[in-house]
């Protein structure tokens, strides 16, 4: 059996893209096709099933050959697989998996799509500070961290908890002492001179790629250092984003989705 995949690269994992009807055994070929001993590699693999008059419904398997709840990356993946193979010919609509319908809304460049726009939601006061707030978010503050003069905006985006430090020197401090505000995990990012190129410098388990990126959008806009509404591009290690923020603090995210190449295999 010959099977044609496309590799797709979203929200920092590698997801094989294919149609179900090419597949008759698709956790054994999911196995199979994310093994590294063959040559492809991938996090997972997405099916997508079109018919007629339906939404596209989209299936996910591990690298294990198990199906699984699909990851944020994968329903973009798959979005884009769609409108690529010219499955779904319009840049809104609904993505069916496991029984829950999901919007998407691709952004198009060149007849493919680049990247899927949706909802990231209103950040929030993480409730472990006690500090003067604007619009439910801790103000910017100056702090003292490891001997470095900051300004400090904490963020809570999708129930995690991020700590944005703006300072001028280059060399970051070490985050330690600042852990101590925190009843709850923590994420710390460090900014100099361009709010929108932040280091990483704690990132905790629970928080996400989108989540450390909009907290960075949302502390830079709210200390005057980008304009709100405005769509403003964010690159972490292995990740991109464009993401705008109303004066209301509602977020808009754009996540990038890449194709890696296509091919075909004998299974």
């Not at 799509?113 to 472990?128: F, K």
């Not at 500070?129 to 961290?145: D, H, I, K, W, Y």
């Not at 290690?237 to 075909?264: D, K, M, N, Q």
């Amino acid at each position: 059996m010959t099977v044609t995949f496309r590799k797709l690269h979203a929200c920092g994992r590698d997801y094989l893209c294919l149609p179900d009807s090419e597949t008759s055994a698709p956790g054994a070929i999911a196995k199979h096709l994310t093994a590294p001993e063959n040559g492809i590699g991938a996090d997972g693999v997405v099916l997508l099933r079109c018919c007629d008059g339906e939404d596209p419904v989209l299936f996910c398997f591990s690298t294990t050959g198990e199906q699984i709840p699909a990851p944020r990356g994968a329903l973009l993946a798959g979005a884009k697989y769609l409108y690529d193979t010219a499955r779904v010919n319009l840049t809104e609509f609904c993505l069916s998996e496991r029984g829950t319908s999901h919007r998407v809304r691709l952004e198009t460049r060149g007849g493919s799509a680049w990247g899927v726009t949706g909802d990231g939601g209103y950040p929030s006061l993480d409730a472990a500070l006690s500090s003067a707030t604007l619009s439910g978010l801790v103000r910017e503050m100056p702090v003292t961290v490891g001997g470095v003069d900051c300004r400090l905006t904490v963020v809570s985006v999708a129930g995690s908890a991020v700590a944005v430090l703006h300072g001028k020197r280059e060399t970051p401090p070490k985050p330690g002492g600042l852990l101590r505000l925190f009843t709850v995990p923590v994420s710390v990012l460090y900014c100099t001179d361009d709010p929108l190129a932040p280091r990483v410098l704690l990132r905790s388990r629970e928080t996400d790629g989108t989540a450390l990126a909009s907290g960075a959008v949302v502390a830079a806009a709210i200390a005057g250092r980008i304009d709100f509404g405005v769509p403003h591009r964010i690159a972490l290690p292995a990740e991109s984003f464009y993401i705008a923020v109303s004066p209301h603090l509602r977020l808009t995210v754009t996540w990038e989705v890449s194709e890696c190449f296509r091919g075909t295999v004998e299974l």
